[in-house]
């Protein structure tokens, strides 16, 4: 692999840990991410269903304008993408058809 730029990963810092809950799984995410990268990176992909075919619909801009990332967050329909990870939490998936 070429890198054009030095590796810097060993300068990043993280924040701590958090665990959550997505469709009754403990995940974690780090303090201060937004659900969506906790989820990318715990490789749940399949977020939402279309409401029309039942298709499986995931993280798609990741800055809060497409809405493909709709998750259920304590009973309420929210972007993934604009809600940061806390302690804690229930995150759903938004299914309209059956299950994978």
């Known amino acids: 692999m070429i890198r054009l730029v030095p590796d810097q990963s060993a300068q990043i810092t993280r924040t ?7 469709d009754g799984e403990a995940i974690w995410g780090y303090a201060g ?14 977020l939402r269903d279309a409401p029309k075919d039942a298709g499986p619909r ?3 801009c990741l800055m809060g304008l497409c809405q493909e990332c709709v ?4 009973g309420q329909t929210v972007e993934s993408c604009r809600i940061e990870v ?15």
Not at 16 to 22: A, N, P, R
């Open 16 to 22: 701590e840990k958090v665990e959550f809950t997505f």
């Open 33 to 46: 991410e937004s659900i969506a990268a906790a989820l990318i990176r715990s490789r749940y992909l399949h």
């Open 58 to 60: 995931g993280a798609f």
């Open 71 to 74: 998750v259920v967050l304590e």
């Open 86 to 100: 806390q302690p804690g939490i229930t995150v759903t998936s938004l299914r309209y058809g059956k299950d994978d």
